[in-house]
């Protein structure tokens, strides 16, 4: 640890959280997140530009997000998926875990709130909007956690 001034579990932390800058979780960023979400911005400006009224429930309401979020989440986990760091191997297991929880939980919901829709049902545009951009929210920051440990092996 020569130069470092800080205590050992600082100088641990700013290892850990380092890869969160690379190169790697920034085309992540850019590639797998950016141009996911790409469909739904060009739907908004679709909306705006033919002057119609786009709240976020109506942008959102319908449960695509919840796919994003999907895939997300399962591209996080694909790039952490393999070998481990030995020292490691209890926080690649919870942010596996936490990326596939997601992957079912934005799946199942859209799946769900789809088969309402297709009954006939009323569908809960509010609720589906923001919780799915609360899946989005999580599934960003575990892929972007998945994918800088994954850097870590390199």
Do not use: H
């Amino acid at each position: 640890m020569t130069g470092n001034t800080g205590t050992r579990s600082e100088y641990r932390w700013r290892d850990l959280l380092a890869p969160l800058g690379s190169e790697k979780v920034i085309r992540w960023l850019m590639f797998g997140v950016a141009f996911a979400t790409l469909p739904l911005l060009l739907n908004f400006l679709l909306a705006i530009t033919s002057s119609r009224e786009m709240g976020l429930d109506r942008l959102l309401g319908q449960g695509e997000l919840l796919l994003v979020s999907a895939g997300v989440a399962a591209s996080g986990a694909g790039e952490l998926s393999g070998e481990a760091i030995a020292a490691l191997r209890r926080f690649q297991v919870f942010l596996s875990g936490c990326a596939y929880l997601l992957v079912c939980t934005a799946s199942v919901w859209f799946a769900s709130t789809a088969t309402l829709r297709a009954g006939g049902q009323k569908v809960n545009e509010s609720a589906v909007a923001n919780g799915s951009l609360v899946l989005f929210l999580a599934a960003i920051i575990t892929g972007m956690c998945c994918v800088g440990l994954s850097r870590m092996r390199q």
